[in-house]
C-alpha cells in the first residue's frame, strides 16, 4: 500500500504519523507532500500500479488492527466504490463536513483523466484537494462509509485569523455543483453574457470559469478576453473543457481593460453583461438571481448590482475571509466617489452600454483604471440603477492588483471626473476582438 501524508508543515505531527505507520507497516510506502503539493502527488501517481492508495493528513495514527481491518473491507469493496471514507467524528470535524477519503481505488481516480487531482490555480484553498476530487468522482462511482475505533485522526487547529466555518461553507457548494454539471452539446441562447479580461492573472483564472460553469442557471455565454498576457494564460485557457458557451479572444497588445470590456461588448449576444475580475469568483446561483430580479426592472434600469462576500490575499497567497461587504442601496454618485465604494457585481442592460458607446479609452489613465467607476457614474446620470440586498460575488482584495498599485492616482481622477460637465462617452466598442 502507498499512503500519501498532506499538510506536512507541522514536524511533530508529520514525524508522528512516519513512526506510527513504520511501526504498523513497514513494507507500506510512504510519500510526504508539503503544502497540499498536488503536482507531486499527480506525477507520482503516473507511474503507480497498485490497486488502492490511502491519504492520511499529518498527525494521523492508525493501530495495528487497522491494517486487519483494511484488508477485510477492501476485499469486499464493491467494484463501483471509489474508496473508503472514514467518518472523523463531530469531535474532529465542521459542521456538515466528513472526512475526506482515507483509501482511493487507484482505477477511479485515473478515470477522472490528467490532471487527476486539481492543483493550486484550480482551487483557492489547496487543502480542499481530497474533497474536490471525492466531489467530481461521485458522478461516475459511490462511496463507501466507515466509522473505525482503530483510526485517530489529528484534531484540526486553526490560525486565529482563519474562518474555517465560513470559508466551508462558501466554498464546498461550488466544488459540489461541478460534480453535477454536464456540459451543454450545443450553445443555448444566452440570457446574460458574462466577461472576464483578463492580464497576467493564470494563477487565479481558472477558478474564475469554474465559478461560472458551475452557475445553477445554464444559459449563459462567457466571452475571456486576454489582454495579450506575457504568463501562462494561453495554456491553461488551452486546458478548459470543450464547452460551447465561452469563447475566448486575445488581444496582440496590451490596449487595457476599457478597450478588453468594449471589444467583449461589441460580441456579447445576451441582454445582459456581467463583468467578472479574473480573480474573483461566483457562488453557483448568482446568475439565477440577478436575473430573476432583472426580469422585475423598468427599461430604464441600466444596471443591477448587489453586495458581494470580501477575502484578503496575504503575503502567501492565503485568503482571509472578511465578511459580507453591503453597498449603498440608493446610489449617490458624489458619495460614490468620495468614499471610492466598489460596487459588486455589476450587471449592465447591454442595450443601455450601446447607447452609451461602452467604455471610455479617453479618459486618462487610457481606461485602464477606474473604468467601472466611469460607467456607472455615467449611467447614473440618466438611468435608474438598482440594488439586489445579498451577496451575489466572491471579491479578491489584492495588493499586487493594479488599482492598488496606482492607488494614489485616484484624487486626480476622481477631480477630472467631477469636472465634466456633458455626458461622456466611449468609444463604440470599436476595438474587434480577435479569436
Known sequence: MLVYVLGTSNKAHTDAT?????????????????DYDAAALNDHLLAYDQPFFMTLHAGDLLSSSFISELSTQLAALPEHCAGIVYERGAANTLHNLSSPPLVWRSSAVRSSGRP???????????????????????????????????????????PKWQKAQEEWDLIRPILEAGSNTALPKAKPTPAISIVICTYNNADYLLWAIRSVIAQSMPDWELIIMDDASSDNTQMKLASLPADPRIRTYVNQANYGKSHCLNAALSVAEAPWLLELDADD???????????????????????????????????????????????????????FLAGALPIAPRCYRVETLHSIHGWMVNAPYEGRLYEDFEIIIRLSHAHRLKHLPEPLYHRRVRQSSITHQHSEKYAGWMKWMKEQTVLLRGDGGDTQPLT
Do not use: C
Request: charged share 20%; hydrophobic share 40%.
Open 281 to 335: 469568483w461566483l457562488p453557483p446561483d448568482a446568475i439565477r438571481r440577478l436575473l430573476n430580479t432583472a426580469d422585475t426592472l423598468a427599461h430604464d434600469t441600466s444596471l443591477l448590482y448587489g453586495d458581494y462576500y470580501e477575502w484578503t490575499e496575504g503575503a502567501r497567497k492565503q485568503l482571509i475571509f472578511g465578511g459580507i461587504r453591503k453597498t449603498p442601496a440608493e446610489f449617490n454618485a458624489e458619495a
Open 18 to 34: 512516519i513512526a506510527n505507520l513504520s511501526h504498523i507497516a513497514p513494507n507500506w510506502s510512504v510519500m510526504l507532500l508539503h
Open 116 to 158: 487527476f487531482f486539481l492543483e493550486k490555480d484550480e482551487l483557492p484553498f489547496a487543502n480542499y484537494l481530497l474533497y474536490d476530487n471525492q466531489f467530481q468522482l461521485k458522478r461516475e462511482w459511490s462511496w463507501q462509509t466507515i466509522n473505525s475505533k482503530w483510526w485517530q485522526p489529528q484534531a484540526k487547529h486553526y
